[in-house]
């Protein structure tokens, strides 16, 4: 990564203005200049010398009246998934650049670089080749707190790897430790834990929250530190624009609080009588914790605050749609006050379910987490459009490809947890089969005093992780268990008689395998007769990622033994061609 690209080069310049150039400010090469028409190359001995060169020289130095631009020489092949990102403002947050990161796709990695400059330099690695494209477009140029951005492919060793003569190149390798705070100080945090703020403003304030040129919105930038996205272009026409609010937790209030003064001034200096409420953004996954039992949390932080909060109804969300609308009435203060409460127990719930995601997720074969909507995507911030979901229909998505077959599944809940699953006049439960897409039942007591009753859901492995997932929130929303404990219910299902031996293994091996990977018990019991179908009953008890491991583990076993089961092709098929000699 020590080769380096010099664009925008005066048709007079020569090799000794180059040799000059770097003479004067001090930057070693190790090869001589090769001036071509319009640009130019050369070594440098190492990295450092080469990020001095672009850090010094480039939009710095003028040469027979053009600026030069000096970055790393990438060839075609390896302008892959690899980029790097200068100029970054010193004091900006490791979450507000995250957020920026992930608007335009999956970031793999994203290391700080360490340099003399003030500015901050990292290096991102994105998923595919097409994000980073997007990324670089988006971003190089783009004014971020008053600083340019300057981005660039870096040499992509996997790119080289694939194609010719790849041996040749010099592989890339990240520099620097991982920080915290911000990319100019301190060291960066595992993961990030904070979610934007989204809101909603009326349409014809949108104006005035930008201001002449983009001053205003500018302005809130930088005083908060936060990165802002009005997303205009979202819903032609709607009454309403969401606005994204990358920062910290603070960085957020401020931002939003800033927010409601413009729209409370523009309102005064229109004539605007109506009153404008706050309108927050959530994902619906976080709402029920958020209300808490019989309305509990609500009620709080409206007696905290002194504000009115209600919330749209469940009816309103769709797969492509995950979010619901909080909206606050109160004083400027009173809603920033509030604000800061709905986020903070809505982050907390995030960091719960990130925590339990984290560790299980990737063991979950064939199941695409980020396409469910059950969780906030991998890129913060994304409009409420979720453009990481497969269409209806389109069960490429998901990872099982084709038309998954439907399963069933029993769920034990406590009996008392009932009336909460089906709701006021069975609405929570009809808007839980149609929020998950499958047929959810909730069979009736086998004995008058049970503790349990079962709960019958039908539907394809995307509908059953929909719907048990929402099943097991609830009981947790509902304080059937206590605030530390998890929860673990028993599910029940049916597999052919002739296979649950291959679902127990050779001395039980494999069902011992099975408990050991997915932390829940798995018991086929024994001396079992099977029913009028010939199939039997495999229990799993656990809590939700480890029933849900379970069982499609089960599953790969069954299509496995499925799979066996089809007749060969008969001796009358016709015979393959001979090979060619």
């Not at 901050?120 to 190089?140: F, G, I, T, W």
């Amino acid at each position: 990564m020590n080769k380096l690209y010099i664009g925008n080069v005066s048709a007079e310049a020569s090799e000794e203005d180059f040799e000059t150039i770097f003479e004067q400010s001090k930057i070693p090469h190790s090869s001589p200049f090769l001036v071509k028409t319009g640009y130019a190359f050369v070594d440098c001995p190492d990295e450092k010398a080469a990020m001095k060169a672009i850090d010094v020289l480039s939009g710095k130095v003028e040469l027979h009246g053009k600026v030069l631009e000096v970055e790393h020489s990438v060839p075609k092949r390896q302008r892959s998934c690899k980029m790097q990102i200068r100029n970054i403002p010193p004091h900006m947050q490791w979450e507000v650049l995250d957020g920026m990161l992930a608007q335009y796709g999956t970031v793999e990695s994203c290391e700080q670089v360490n340099t003399d400059t003030e500015t901050a330099v990292v290096n991102v690695r994105y998923a595919a080749k097409d994000q980073a494209r997007l990324a670089m477009e988006k971003l190089n140029g783009s004014m971020m707190e008053n600083y340019a951005l300057k981005v660039s492919y870096i040499p992509d060793e996997t790119a080289a790897a694939e194609g010719p003569s790849a041996g040749g190149r010099r592989g890339f390798n990240a520099r620097g430790t991982p920080r915290s705070g911000s990319p100019g100080l301190g060291a960066r945090p595992k993961m990030q834990s904070d979610i934007p703020l989204r809101i909603l403003v009326p349409t014809q304030f949108v104006g005035a929250i930008i201001g002449k040129e983009g001053a205003t919105i500018r302005n809130i930038t930088k005083q908060t530190h936060s990165k802002i996205d009005i997303h205009r272009k979202e819903n032609a026409g709607a009454a309403e624009k969401p606005i994204t609010i990358h920062s910290t937790p603070e960085g957020c209030s401020n931002a939003c609080t800033t927010i409601m003064e413009i729209m409370q001034k523009e309102a005064i200096d229109t004539k605007f009588t109506e009153a404008i409420p706050l309108k927050i953004l959530a994902h619906n996954n976080f709402v029920g914790r958020l209300i808490g039992k019989e309305g509990r949390n609500l009620k709080k932080i409206e007696q905290d605050t002194g504000t009115k909060i209600t919330i749209s109804a469940l009816l309103d969300l769709t797969v492509y749609n995950p979010e619901r609308t909080i909206t606050v009435n109160g004083t400027v203060e009173a809603c920033a006050k509030a604000e800061g409460e709905v986020m903070k127990k809505i982050r907390e719930s995030y960091e719960s379910d990130m925590a339990a995601m984290n560790l299980q997720s990737n063991l979950i074969p064939g199941l695409n987490l980020n396409a469910l909507g059950l969780f906030p995507s991998g890129a913060p911030g994304m409009g409420p459009s979720m453009s990481g979901l497969p269409p209806p229909g389109a069960h490429g998505g998901s990872g099982y490809g084709g038309h998954p077959e439907s399963e069933t599944v029993h769920l034990f809940i406590p009996a008392l947890a009932v009336g909460a699953i089906i709701g006021k006049q069975g609405q929570h439960i009809k808007q839980l089969s149609h929020f998950a897409g499958a047929s959810i039942k909730i069979a009736p007591a086998e004995e008058k005093d049970s503790i349990h009753r079962v709960v019958i859901i039908i539907g394809t492995p995307e509908a059953q992780f929909k719907a048990q997932c929402r099943i097991f929130g609830k009981l947790k929303e509902e304080n059937f268990f206590g605030p530390k404990e998890e929860v673990k219910l028993e599910a029940h299902i049916k597999v052919p008689s002739f296979a649950a031996g291959r679902v127990i293994g050779k001395g039980g091996k494999t069902v011992n395998e099975l408990q050991n990977l997915t932390c829940a018990e798995v018991v086929v019991p024994r001396d079992q007769t099977p029913d009028e179908n010939d199939q039997v009953i495999v229990k799993i008890i656990g809590h939700f990622f480890a029933c849900q491991l379970a069982q499609r583990k089960i599953q790969e076993i069954l299509a496995q033994v499925r799979r066996q089961q089809q007749p060969k092709p008969t001796s009358g098929a016709q015979p393959p061609l001979p090979r060619r000699k």
